[in-house]
Structure formats: C-alpha cells, structure tokens
C-alpha cells in the first residue's frame, strides 16, 4: 500500500541569488512526498517508480501544445532558426472529418498499428515512417484530413513551403532539423515542383530555370527527402503530400513504400454528408435526406460546399432551412451541369443545319449553273 501527499513550499527569493528578478517575489515550490512499507521498497522504487515516470511523460507529452512549424528562407535561418513555429489548435478530428466511414476505418486502423509498429520496423530494416498521399478536387478536405492525423497521433505539423527551399542540399538540412512524433507535409506537391526539372512559382505560376544557378530542388533531392539514408534521421514520422492533381505527379514520387497510402478524397456522397448534417445541425435524420441522396448522386458537390450550407447564417435559421437552401444549391448546380451537357448536341444540331442549308445552296448554285 501506497500514499502519495503533495507539498506546496512557499519560498521567498532574494536579489542576490536571483539577480535577473525583482526583490520579495514569491515562488510556490511543489514537491511530493511517498510513503510505503519498507517490505515493498524493492517493488516500489524500481517497477513503481519507473512505471509513475513512464506515465507522467506519456501525459506531460499528451497535454504539451502541439506545434505547427513552416519553413524560414535559408538566408534568414541564423536569426531565426531553420523553422517557425505557432501553437497548433486545429480542432479537426476523425469524427467531423466527412468521409466514407469504411475509408476512415481503415485510415484510422493504418495509424494505430504504425504507431505500434516500432519493433516491426526494426526487425524488417525499415526507417519507423509512413507516406501518405491525399488527392482530390479543391474543398474535399484534405487539409482538414492533415489536421486530423495530427491530432490523432498527438503529433507536431511540420509544413514544408517547397518553393521557399532553393537546393537539395537546404531540403535536407530542413529535414534534419524536424523532431520524431511528426507530420512532414507538403500541400498541392504538384505546384511546388515541376517534375520536368524547373521549378514553378507559386504565386504566378511562371517558371523559374534555376538550374542554371544550380539552386534548385530536384525530383532526386525529393525522393532522397523521403527515404533516402538522412530520412531515417528521426522516428515515428508521417509524410504526406497533397494534389488536385494525381496524374501530374511522377510514379516515382508515389510509388507504394515512398507514399504508401493513396487516399482519394472525393466529392460529397451521402454517408458523408450524413457526418456534416450530425456536426452543423447535430440531426441523423429528416425526412429532407431522401432528397438530398437523391441529388447527391447526380451531381458533384464538394463537402466544402456542403459544408457551408449547413451553417447557419442568422439565428432564426433552423436545420430545415439550412437543409433547403441546400438543396436549392444542389438543384440550380444540377441545371447548370445539364445545361453544359445540353451545349455539344445543340452545337452538333447546329452544325447538321449548317451542312444541309449549304448542300441546297450548292445544289441551287449547279440548277442555275446547268
Ligand atoms: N471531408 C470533409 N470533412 C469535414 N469538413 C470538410 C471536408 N471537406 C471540406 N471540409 C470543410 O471545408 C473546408 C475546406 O476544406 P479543406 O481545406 O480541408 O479542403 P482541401 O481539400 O484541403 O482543399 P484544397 O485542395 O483547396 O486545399 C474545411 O475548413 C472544412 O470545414
């Protein structure tokens, strides 16, 4: 039998020990005391100890603030550091993210045993990490997916601007410098790095050939980022791209062990509306859902914009109205897409018009002629 007391001293410090600060300011010194029988000692101060030691870090970790880091310019990195870092407070979880809940399963299942899997890793000589691919078209959540790994994992963000790196050799000291237990992301890869060889800027899109200075990041310096020997420097790592794109991007750079997991986020089908519906309007049904299947099945409708339909706008607005005002979207998106379908055939009857008053032109034009 154990008994633990906690102790708060209060201690008055003064100038010449404490130079730095002020005179009489008061401390609170907290300690605790353990008292046990002696028969127990040995149990106590080993396995005990160890095992008290072991869950106070593993909670210290769990409430520590989770950072979200992005990447400084290299000519600023002796002020500042390689990385910046604020506070990341995303509250994005498993649980509002709105997708197939069979895919999240499986994503979730896919972290938990990597997490796990620190001894399976070293038996099978692979560095402890794990790449994930995100695509899909603007607004179907990626970012908010991002988020929520991290926080699944209680891992710090490491946000990687491509474009702000100027040569293989930055990228990897950038890499050198990101801790254990981390999430290294580079969003819409395929805007970052041109795989052709020549890098595009961000902003305007126009191409950049630096390697004629020779400062530039290379396909090669992206694949040795992700495993090549310098990616094993830490532990316990996720990296993940994301892209609009999928087929801009080169095979190499998402074959299966670089980006193991391809994950497709696509646009908004019913179960995962039913998720958005349960944390805007906090319903699991309405008599407006048949609808609302319905129509999801015939047009493509991002969760983003689905999303914010079901917000409410005014206080009197209720689930309903939320409800309607989406389907009213969904319904002029679906005239409008079949308006664009419509286009081609009148174009084709026009055209078929077009032919037939020339052939009798023609045909008038050789009557005459004859
Ligand atoms: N699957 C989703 N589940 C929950 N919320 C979502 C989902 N998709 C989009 N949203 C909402 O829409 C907003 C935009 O989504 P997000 O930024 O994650 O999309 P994205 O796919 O990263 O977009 P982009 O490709 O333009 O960067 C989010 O703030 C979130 O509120």
Redesign the pocket.
């Known amino acids: 039998m154990v008994r633990w007391q906690g102790l708060k001293e209060t201690i008055q410090l003064n100038s010449s020990t404490e130079s730095m600060r002020p005179t009489n300011d008061l401390f609170a010194k907290k300690s605790f005391v353990l008292t046990f029988h002696k028969k127990t000692r040995g149990i106590v101060t080993e396995a005990y100890l160890n095992h008290v030691m072991e869950e106070g870090k593993a909670i210290q970790f769990k409430n520590s603030t989770r950072k979200l880091y992005a990447n400084n310019k290299s000519y600023n990195w002796q002020y500042e550091g390689m990385w910046s870092w604020i506070n990341f407070e995303h509250p994005?979880t498993f649980d509002?993210?709105?997708?197939d809940p069979c895919r999240k399963q499986e994503i979730i299942d896919d972290l938990r045993t990597f997490k796990k899997a620190k001894d399976y890793y070293a038996k099978i000589g692979k560095a402890w990490k794990r790449g994930y691919l995100?695509y899909?078209?603007?607004?179907?959540?990626?970012?908010?997916?991002i988020a929520a790994i991290a926080n699944f994992m209680d891992y710090d963000i490491y946000d990687l601007e491509l474009t702000s790196v100027k040569s293989n050799a930055e990228l990897k000291q950038l890499l050198i410098d990101t801790t254990s237990k981390s999430v290294i992301v580079i969003?819409?890869i395929d805007c970052s790095l041109d795989l052709t060889g020549k890098r595009k800027n961000k902003n305007d899109g126009t191409e950049r050939d630096d390697q004629a200075n020779n400062r530039r990041v290379t396909l090669s310096g992206l694949l040795n980022f992700i495993d090549g020997i310098w990616s094993a420097c830490g532990q316990e790592r996720i990296i993940i791209f994301?892209t609009?794109h999928l087929e801009r991007l080169d095979p190499a750079l998402i074959r299966r062990g670089r980006m193991d997991m391809h994950i497709e986020?696509s646009y908004?089908e019913f179960e995962?509306f039913k998720?958005?519906a349960k944390?805007y309007l906090g319903i699991d049904s309405h008599p407006l859902f048949r609808e609302i299947k319905l129509l999801l099945e015939e047009i493509n409708i991002?969760?983003?914009d689905v999303?914010?339909k079901l917000m409410p706008k005014r206080d009197s607005q209720d689930a309903e109205d939320c409800l309607k005002d989406l389907i009213l979207a969904m319904e002029a998106a679906e005239r409008k897409a079949k308006c664009k379908e419509a286009k081609p055939k009148n174009l084709v009857a026009e055209l078929l018009k077009n032919l037939a008053c020339f052939k009798k032109s023609m045909k008038h034009l050789k009557l005459k002629a004859g």
């Open positions: 994005a509002t993210l709105a997708i995100l899909g078209p603007p607004g179907t959540g990626k970012s908010t997916m969003e819409d994301t609009n986020m908004c995962a998720i958005l944390n991002s969760p983003c999303a914010e």
